[in-house]
């Protein structure tokens, strides 16, 4: 259970960086079952892509 929800701000899998950010950016607003939908963009596993995604990726970038 807990591995389904573990949070990973690496999206794009070269370590956390800008190009993470601008993906979860580009996705910003989408909802599971959406056209286009990406469920990397959902960090948090809540089913959509909001700001809360946005933060986690930027604060993972100066970690």
């Not at 794009?12 to 990397?40: C, F, H, M, P, T």
């Amino acid at each position: 259970m807990f591995e389904t929800k573990r949070i990973n701000a690496d999206i794009n899998g070269g370590g956390v960086s800008i190009g993470d950010l601008a993906i979860v950016a580009a996705d910003y607003g989408k909802q599971q079952g959406q056209s286009g939908w990406n469920e990397l963009a959902d960090v948090n596993k809540d089913g959509k892509v909001g700001l809360e995604d946005l933060a986690i990726v930027a604060l993972a970038m100066f970690k």
